[in-house]
């Protein structure tokens, strides 16, 4: 069994792409176990499109406990199991709201407990005072993961017109990590993201 951590800044797009990727592997609706920073744990079964309209949102931090989806698939001559598990975003500083504080601090112990890391930036938010940058949490989380998970950078929302200044930068400033475009909204990129994910399972 492999546990793939969907991992990021909030609002940069993790549960849509988990929500997207499994609809790409072939789920019609996806059966979450979603558990809380305080323990507990319920498992709901939600058509994906009703997913889509309860669990994404424009505003930040809507995601606020490990959200587990679990997958079988078919692989050579066998079955392979996933995990895909969608998380808290990560902010800078220290968020004033402790339900908040508490669930990035459930996401920050999923890391080390995840065998794939795939770590979303959103490349159209990478301007800021002045200049194109990567933001403090980003270069954080990449530090801390260890060798040997597997990790990787999906550079999301390539299909708004402000994303393609920040790919060539995140392409230069990042070159030591596999980094692959996506568009978790109308999946793009994702055949890489499967052999990505299945080269490491
Ligand atoms: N244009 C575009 N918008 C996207 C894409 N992926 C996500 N979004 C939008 O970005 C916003 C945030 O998406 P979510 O999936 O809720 O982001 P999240 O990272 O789970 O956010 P939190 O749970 O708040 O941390 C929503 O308005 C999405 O529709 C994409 O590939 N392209
Ligand atoms: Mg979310």
Known sequence: MS?????GKPNVGKTCFTLSFAEYL?????????KQP????????????????????????KTRSL????????MGKGKGHLTLID?????DGIHPDYEVRKAMAQTIRQIKESEVILH????????????????????????????????AILANKIDLESSQKGL??????????LVIPISALYHLGFKEVKSFVWRNL
């Open 3 to 7: 546990r793939c951590l969907i991992i």
């Open 26 to 34: 072939g789920l019609k609706e996806v059966k979450m176990t979603i």
């Open 38 to 61: 305080a323990g507990y744990q319920a498992t709901q079964t939600f058509a994906i499109n009703d997913a889509r309209e309860e669990l994404i949102s424009i505003e930040p931090n």
């Open 67 to 74: 959200h587990s989806i679990d997958l079988n698939l078919p």
């Open 87 to 91: 998380s808290c975003g990560l902010s």
């Open 120 to 151: 979303i930036i959103d490349l159209s938010r990478l301007f800021r005072d002045g200049k194109m940058q990567i933001p403090i949490i980003d270069d954080m989380v990449m530090k801390y993961v260890q060798s040997p998970q597997a990790y």
């Open 168 to 177: 060539i930068f995140v392409r230069n400033e990042l070159k030591k990590v």
